[in-house]
């Protein structure tokens, strides 16, 4: 039977996927699309930033990802089209110096000492890398089921899809994009602000020659790495919310027209391969909960996609919730732990749509707003406040428990290594493994930062937990020494000198004794 039905198959579902069969879940992906129309969908690159690609190390997934990374920019770099090998190898540098970085507001965040962690890459890429781990996980995932109708019960929620087919599980999660049919058939408030611009992506071949300006009187335009590929942006109300101006397919006549707005060119369009619109339309779910039904990325939180925030957004709400709900869904844990969901993840939502309004607010065309990027640059100058946004763009400024007494606990686990006990019982040279290695199995973990020098700290996981949390010791004793116990998303759940509150917090984030 299915524990959990995720309606939506694109990178946050299949995530979401990944971590509840890890957990010991039984999953089933139901997504509207067959996979060549994701395949035509997936216009931009995507950026995927620090902490996102923390997580991911946490399940090994980082370098399958940046093995299709380097594929895709030495396709770009050789393949038809016009001749971007410079552009394309100038990225590449920048992306293995680990300093290519996303903006705010179009004004560079290079860290001075080159440290940032960065991905790029399309998204039917990085989709292919996550439905080949669910495929190895043995997760079913099922294209072209679309579903019509949402109907929770008190045991369990069934999903109706469009050919009369019913399928049932006992929780379900709307992963199914901005337009969400789980949000809107499950009763979730959305409320936020209207669009203010239209943005247009497109596939196309031109008439003339059109450079990249992200700053002009008519809006912006953007070049891609991918040969064909243009964007414009316009700050003319947005699209509109009728079918007309928020469906239909575009065509080259409304393409030419925004590029000759924007640039003041007389450019044309002689081929029109595929177009998408969005907009900054800003909404945010009320809770992430009702009941059995839960909500994760876009149909969570929708905003503009400027920067590629969402994505990353996403990914960490399905980090954040896949070991909560598999441990619900197998009966180890209380529904109470799915509370933590929207209580964590709510606030962080806020902040980057809090983010992303300011970016649109600077980017827009006037005197005015120059004035302000300017002074917005002189401000990013200071050392602090380059750290402040660097944090923020790349999500390592999350805390889920900023009122805790140990600063530590809410924060992403220290990058250190550490080996189990029995393993350091039987190595001579002790010679241990990364933290996320052991996070790999998606048990947490309590961590020794003693190095087994501290017989105060606790040594080893109270029996009644040991199938959901396994020890470690750090191979170099750790500042401030004491423990931590890391849950399986790589979060501090408690931290402490001696054992006392470790039982308790077992409990919370594991659910009671067994």
């Known amino acids: 039977m299915t524990d959990v039905i995720i309606v939506g198959g694109g990178p946050v579902g299949l995530l979401l996927a990944c971590e509840l069969r890890i957990g010991g879940a039984r999953p089933l992906v139901l997504e509207a699309a067959t996979g060549e129309e994701r395949v035509t969908r997936s216009l931009g690159l995507r950026s995927l930033n620090a902490r996102t690609l923390h997580s991911l190390e946490l399940r090994g997934l980082v370098e399958p990802l940046t093995e299709a990374q380097w594929r895709m920019l030495d396709e770009l770099a050789t393949g038809p089209g016009p001749d971007r090998s410079d552009m394309v190898g100038m990225m590449t540098e920048l992306l293995k110096k680990g300093m290519m970085r996303g903006h705010f507001a179009g004004l560079p965040l290079l860290a001075q000492d080159g440290t940032a962690e960065y991905a790029m890459l399309k998204q039917h890429r990085i ?68 669009a203010t611009m239209t943005g247009r992506t497109a596939v196309a071949t031109l008439t003339g020659p059109v450079g990249s300006s992200l700053r002009s009187p008519g809006g912006l335009v ?34 030419a027209g925004s590029l000759r707005r924007v640039t003041g060119e007389d450019v044309g369009v002689a081929r029109l391969e595929a177009g998408i619109r969005y907009s900054d339309n800003t909404r ?37 919730l896949g070991w909560k709900l598999a441990l619900v869904a197998r009966g180890a844990a209380p529904e109470s732990l799915l509370d933590t969901y929207t209580a ?69 686990t220290p990058s250190l290594t550490a080996t189990p006990p029995d393993s350091r019982a039987a190595t001579a040279d002790r010679a241990g493994r990364p933290v996320a290695e052991l996070l790999r199995d998606g048990r947490g973990l309590l961590l020794d930062l003693s190095g087994g020098a501290d017989p105060s700290v606790p040594a080893d996981v109270p029996a009644g937990h040991r199938d959901r949390v396994r020890p470690a010791v750090a191979d170099v004793p750790q500042a401030g020494g004491g423990a931590l116990l890391l849950r399986p998303d790589g979060y501090v759940a408690w931290a402490g000198g001696d054992g006392n509150g470790l039982e308790e917090a077992l409990t919370a984030w594991f659910g009671p004794a067994s």
Do not use: W
């Not at 579903?147 to 008190?154: E, G, L, N, R």
């Not at 005197?367 to 944090?391: C, G, I």
């Open 127 to 194: 989709e292919a890398v996550l439905a080949a781990r669910a495929a190895e996980l043995g997760v079913p995932v099922r294209h072209g089921r679309a579903v019509v109708d949402v109907t929770p019960h008190a045991d369990r929620v069934v999903a109706t899809l469009a050919d009369g087919e019913r399928v049932e599980a006992a929780y379900l999660v709307g992963c199914d994009g901005g337009r969400s049919l789980v949000r809107k058939r499950s009763g979730f408030a959305f409320s936020g602000t209207p």
């Open 222 to 255: 953007n070049l891609s790495l991918v040969p064909g590929e243009i964007a414009t942006i316009e700050f003319d109300g947005g699209p509109g919310d009728t079918p007309s101006g928020r469906d239909a397919p575009m065509t080259a006549e409304e393409l």
């Open 284 to 320: 945010h779910a009320d809770s992430y909960r009702k009941g059995r039904v839960l909500l994760a990325g876009d149909a969570a939180h929708v905003h503009s996609p400027i920067g590629g925030q969402g994505l990353n957004l996403g990914l960490q709400d399905a980090v954040n």
């Open 344 to 412: 964590e993840r709510h606030p962080v939502a806020a902040r980057m749509l809090r983010n992303t309004r300011a970016q649109v607010a600077a980017m827009r065309p006037g005197a005015q707003v120059d004035a302000l990027r300017e002074v917005l640059a002189e401000v990013m100058a200071l050392p602090d406040a380059e750290r402040h946004f660097t944090r923020m763009v790349e999500g390592t400024d999350v805390d889920y428990a900023p009122a805790a007494p140990d600063p530590r606990v809410g924060r992403f």
